[in-house]
């Protein structure tokens, strides 16, 4: 919350929640070396629920639905706020980005580890 506090630079609200949604992947995913990024997603996420170390449901709809939000917040907000500064996120951008991965980190504590 501090850092939606701030005067400007929004985008580390960003970058601290997707650290925070790749580590609690990390943790329950337990990948076998070190992972990050679109890789520990794709190695802790899979559409196919045979092949999925967590499953989010039993839908395989659902299931290809929520690994594909996981690795779009990846691609589109975790890499961007990792690699550079980023001036142009208002504080109610970075909010909305910032609650939508609460809603994630909440799908990933329910998801149940079958492998």
Same mark, same amino acid.
């Given at each position: 919350?501090?850092?939606? %506090?701030?005067?400007? $630079? #929004?985008?580390? @609200?960003?970058? *601290?929640? %997707?650290?925070?949604?790749?580590?609690?992947?990390?943790?329950?995913?337990? +990948? +076998?070396?070190?992972? /990050?990024? /679109? !890789?520990?997603? $794709? #190695?802790? #996420?899979?559409? !196919?629920?045979?092949?999925?170390?967590?499953?989010?449901?039993?839908?395989?709809?659902? *299931?290809?639905? &929520?690994? $594909?939000?996981?690795?779009?917040? %990846?691609?589109? #907000?975790?890499?961007?706020?990792?690699?550079? !500064?980023? %001036?142009? &996120?208002?504080? =109610?951008? @970075?909010?909305?980005?910032?609650? &939508?991965?609460?809603?994630?980190? *909440? !799908?990933?504590? =329910?998801?149940?580890?079958?492998?």
């Amino acid at each position: 919350s501090d850092l939606l %506090t701030a005067k400007k $630079n #929004f985008d580390r @609200a960003i970058n *601290q929640a %997707t650290l925070i949604l790749e580590d609690r992947i990390r943790n329950k995913a337990m +990948p +076998p070396n070190k992972m /990050v990024g /679109v !890789v520990l997603s $794709n #190695f802790a #996420f899979s559409s !196919v629920l045979d092949k999925t170390v967590l499953k989010v449901s039993d839908n395989s709809d659902e *299931q290809d639905g &929520f690994c $594909n939000l996981i690795r779009g917040v %990846t691609l589109a #907000f975790r890499n961007i706020t990792h690699h550079h !500064v980023v %001036t142009k &996120f208002s504080r =109610e951008y @970075a909010l909305s980005v910032c609650a &939508f991965i609460d809603v994630l980190l *909440q !799908v990933i504590n =329910e998801s149940e580890k079958i492998r």
